[in-house]
Nanobody
Framework: QVQLVESGGGLVQAGDSLRLSCVASGRTFSTYGWFRQAPGKEREFVAGIRWSVSSTDYGDSVKGRFTISRDNAKNTVYLQMNSLKPEDTAVYYC?????????????????WGQGTQVTVSS
């Protein structure tokens, strides 16, 4: 059974950094994305990466602060989040698809993790 498991969330202060991890068990996917959803808001694209070619894309609100990367040996995708702001508070989800040439921002992504909470205090 394929699973995506996120970790690394927590409570931090504004300006701090966090690194989220997403481990895919069962297989390696071609494309990964990070999304987030805050209470009362729609799900928002954060970052995406195409595994084999390492091309990336970012949501406008995180450009210059967040970095998505991958570790082939560990079958893990990371989201390094720097200069965190209170508005970054949300549940962060890892998503993946076996399709390579999908739009990173919209997918579609067939596989989703359970989410990890990130809370940034002011």
């Amino acid at each position: 059974q394929v699973q995506l498991v996120e970790s690394g969330g927590g409570l931090v202060q504004a300006g701090d950094s966090l690194r989220l991890s997403c481990v895919a068990s069962g297989r390696t996917f071609s494309t990964y994305g990070w999304f987030r959803q805050a209470p009362g808001k729609e799900r928002e694209f954060v970052a995406g990466i195409r595994w084999s070619v390492s091309s990336t894309d970012y949501g406008d609100s995180v450009k210059g602060r967040f970095t998505i990367s991958r570790d082939n040996a560990k079958n893990t995708v990371y989201l390094q989040m720097n200069s965190l702001k209170p508005e970054d508070t949300a549940v962060y989800y890892c998503a993946a698809t076996s399709r390579l040439w999908v739009t990173l921002q919209r997918g579609p992504y067939e596989n989703w993790g359970q989410g990890t909470q990130v809370t940034v205090s002011s």
